[in-house]
C-alpha cells in the first residue's frame, strides 16, 4: 500500500497563498485519482481537489478559481496551490491516493488569519 506523507501546511493571513505537497512512497503513474479533503473543526470531511492519472481535475464549487491541484509523475507528488486564501479555509487537509485500494495521509493543518 503506497504511503502517503503532506507537507506545506502552515498559519497565513486571509488573502496569502500556501502550496501544500503530498509525497507517496512509490510511483503515483499506475494510481487513478489522488486528491485532497479537509475537515473544520465540528464539520465534516469534504473533498477539495481531485486529480486523475490522464489529468483530469475536478474542485469543490468553494474552491474554484483560487485552488489548483497538479501531480509530478516523477517526483511522485501531487501539489494543492492555495491562493486568495479565506478564514474558512482554515481545516485540516488530507491527501489521498486511490489505487487497487484508498491511503490516506496523516494530515496538514492549515490556518487562514482574518
Known amino acids: 500500500q503506497v504511503q502517503l506523507v503532506e507537507s506545506g501546511g502552515g498559519l497565513v493571513q486571509a488573502g496569502g497563498s500556501l502550496r501544500l505537497s503530498c509525497a507517496a512512497s512509490?510511483?503515483?503513474?499506475?494510481?487513478?485519482?489522488m486528491g485532497w479533503y479537509r475537515q473544520a473543526p465540528g464539520k465534516q470531511r469534504e473533498l477539495v481537489a481531485v486529480?486523475?492519472?490522464?489529468?483530469?481535475?475536478n474542485y469543490a464549487d468553494s474552491v474554484k478559481g483560487r485552488f489548483t491541484i497538479s501531480r509530478d509523475n516523477a517526483k511522485n507528488t501531487v501539489y494543492l496551490q492555495m491562493d486568495s486564501l479565506k478564514p474558512e479555509d482554515t481545516a485540516v487537509y488530507y491527501c489521498?491516493?486511490?489505487?487497487?485500494?484508498?491511503?490516506w495521509g496523516q494530515g496538514t493543518q492549515v490556518t487562514v488569519s482574518s
Open positions: 489521498y491516493a486511490l489505487g487497487l485500494v484508498l491511503a
Open positions: 512509490r510511483s503515483i503513474v499506475s494510481i487513478s485519482a
Open positions: 486529480i486523475t492519472s490522464g489529468g483530469t481535475t
